[in-house]
């Protein structure tokens, strides 16, 4: 099947070749970085993770929202979802092989990689933390491809599918649950200290992912002559909607424990964040802007009205995807470092060649995500 993905309009091959070209860019910035050393990024002895395992972070929180379709379709047999099933397995699998590039590039030098194949550490969340994303990763595409082979061809999927797809459930739910461990598990960063970490994760994992299968099955239908359908898009909606609600719930637990509490600790973090402090307040502005586009979108979100206008609908998505990933991303991510342990303030900015490499492996990932879906929706047009 992957001979569809080579035959195109033009605006196809000029939007791969864009990426390309996008890949290329990341790529000798990389060189560069592994040349020079990670010197050449802004972080520092103080903050050892910036926008790359911020990248991380939020990209696996896509990955596992692909269980928000799979769930509904396989096991309660929810027909609606029978078109976008598998827009959303294979959303699963460019995010993860993001994620696991991001790590890559994260280490410096990229042998240290294999360190956790080599001598593999049980007693390391890292250590799990692979091991689940590789596991998800094997286990969408297997049951992407094998799905959509059996409806070209159509037929029912093989039997042995079946128990890779309800394991693949639960496993959704890991990968992001190993991944908030990875930051709950660190008693001296008093930002991710806390027992709803992963709660958190999951929540606003089930906003951010499905509101961007809404905004790509939005595209699809307008890009290609396969349908996705109304009531699918506006059921992702509803998840999106509770999903957001959730997040920001248990944003708002965070904030009445270290405020009402006063503990000093688990404050300093938040007001940095939101506030300021001691002069300092470089990702405030950032974080204020994803409060309000998270307020926005739930207003837009709770009306039916307005989540029923598409138009709408995908500026409310667009601000839940916005809003979940600097809040989750450089907010959380950076935020765990100030202050220091020892009450010192060390800010970060990515640099330049930090971001065009992020950017280059955005681009990996949307070229990725390109190939499948050309190949996918070519499918669905035949089989239609």
């Given at each position: ?21 996008l ?7 990389y ?17 050892s993770?910036g ?14 929202s692909?269980?928000?379709?799979v769930l ?10 029978g ?12 995010s ?15 042998f ?12 390391s ?26 409806e ?13 797809i ?35 994760f ?20 307008k ?18 909607t ?44 950032w ?7 998270a307020?926005?979108a ?7 009205g307005?989540?029923k206008?598409?138009?709408?609908l995908?500026?409310a998505?667009?601000?839940?995807f ?13 935020g ?14 990515p ?29 669905k047009?035949?089989?239609?």
């Amino acid at each position: 099947m992957l001979e569809k993905a080579l035959v195109g309009s033009r605006r196809y091959y000029v939007w791969v070749f864009f990426l390309l070209a996008l890949i290329g860019v990341g790529f000798f910035f990389y060189l560069r970085q592994l040349s020079y050393g990670l010197g050449l990024t802004g972080l520092s002895r103080d903050i050892s993770w910036g926008l790359y395992i911020a990248q991380l972070t939020f990209f696996v929180g896509v990955a596992a929202s692909a269980v928000m379709v799979v769930l509904p379709y396989y096991l309660h047999d929810y027909k609606a979802f029978g078109k976008i099933t598998i827009l959303g397995e294979f959303l699963a699998v460019p995010s993860v092989i993001m994620c696991m590039l991001f790590v890559f590039v994260d280490m410096g030098q990229p042998f240290r990689a294999l360190n956790v194949m080599l001598y593999p550490t049980p007693n390391s969340v890292m250590f799990w933390d692979l091991t689940v994303l590789s596991g998800y990763l094997f286990l969408n595409i297997i049951i992407g491809w094998n799905t959509l082979q059996a409806e070209r061809n159509g037929v029912h999927p093989p039997a042995w599918v079946k128990p890779l797809i309800y394991l693949s459930i639960p496993w959704a739910v890991s990968i992001h649950t190993v991944t908030a461990f990875l930051y709950a598990g660190l008693p001296g960063r008093h930002l991710w200290l806390t027992a709803i970490m992963a709660a958190r994760f999951l929540a606003s994992a089930f906003a951010s992912g499905p509101s961007l299968l809404i905004i790509l099955c939005l595209l699809v239908r307008k890009l290609s002559r396969f349908d996705p359908g109304k009531e699918p898009i506006q059921t992702l909606a509803k998840i999106v909607t509770y999903g957001m609600i959730l997040n920001v719930f248990f944003v708002g637990l965070e904030l009445f424990t270290a405020f009402y509490s006063g503990i000093p600790a688990h404050k300093h973090s938040l007001e940095y964040l939101f506030f300021g402090l001691e002069g300092h307040g470089r990702l405030v502005p950032w974080m204020r802007v994803a409060g309000v586009l998270a307020i926005v979108a739930i207003a837009l979100l709770v009306n039916p009205g307005t989540r029923k206008n598409e138009s709408v609908l995908a500026l409310a998505c667009l601000s839940v995807f916005a809003s979940t990933w600097i809040d989750k991303g450089m907010g959380l991510v950076v935020g765990g470092f100030i202050p220091n342990p020892l009450e010192r303030i060390t800010e970060y900015s990515p640099t330049g060649p930090e971001i065009m490499i992020t950017l280059g492996v955005c681009g990996i990932g949307f070229l990725i995500l390109t190939v499948l879906y050309k190949v996918a929706i070519s499918v669905k047009e035949e089989a239609a």
